[in-house]
């Protein structure tokens, strides 16, 4: 024990190089029958002016982790805490920065529209973007890549999960459900694989209450208090 105190009385940080550290977040919701993610205009340089995702530098006094990073900025844009939230991975290099050889954590995240929006629409830099209208965007660093990189883990998370009950609001139906994961994929489902799905997870309880839904009424489910998230072995489209 001495001679660690000893070792680090004597160490300097200052002798090894240290890269740029940085977290950033994907934030995906769903509007208008699309998949949207935010966009943050950057404010100052570099690159001022591109659009990119919420994050930032860890701020070592305050963020016990990366995970409370990521938290801390998305609350600061969405003015609440992201219902779903996991780790993406490390990217990394040396031409990925103007400053220099950086590393970003990314980490992704999903949210109901209707529970960020009135806080998101007082924002003036921040923006839903229907990913396929990405390509619109001058996107900074390579901020698109790691949005590629949560689209890829999305799509395939919610083919063996019912992940994207966590962009819906509180209270929801088995269309919503559907209508959902149908949004994610790109493609159809069988409604009988999903509900199928839905009652062997354990993740759900009725509420009592109905939506119309056309002319008929639809029942209303919601997550239970504490529940963790279900994987399936199999693809939901191979059910």
Known sequence: MTADVDYLNRYDASRFPSP??????????????SLCVLLVERAAP????????PGGFIDMQQDDGTRATALRKLTEKTGIVPSWLEELGTVSGPGRDPRGWSLTVAWFALIAWEDCEPHIATVSDARWVPVEQLGDYALAFDHGDIIQMALSRLRQ????SLL??????????????????EIILGQPIQRKSLIRRFEASGMFEETGESAATGARKARL???KPGVDIHLFSRNLLAD
């Open 20 to 33: 740029l550290v940085t977290v950033d977040s994907v934030l995906f919701t769903l509007h208008q029958q």
């Open 221 to 223: 489910w919601r997550r």
């Open 46 to 53: 570099p690159q001022q002016g591109l659009w990119g995702l």
């Open 157 to 160: 998370k919610t083919m063996y």
């Open 164 to 181: 994207p009950v966590y962009a819906l609001p509180a209270c929801f139906t088995h269309g919503q459900l559907q209508e959902a994961t």
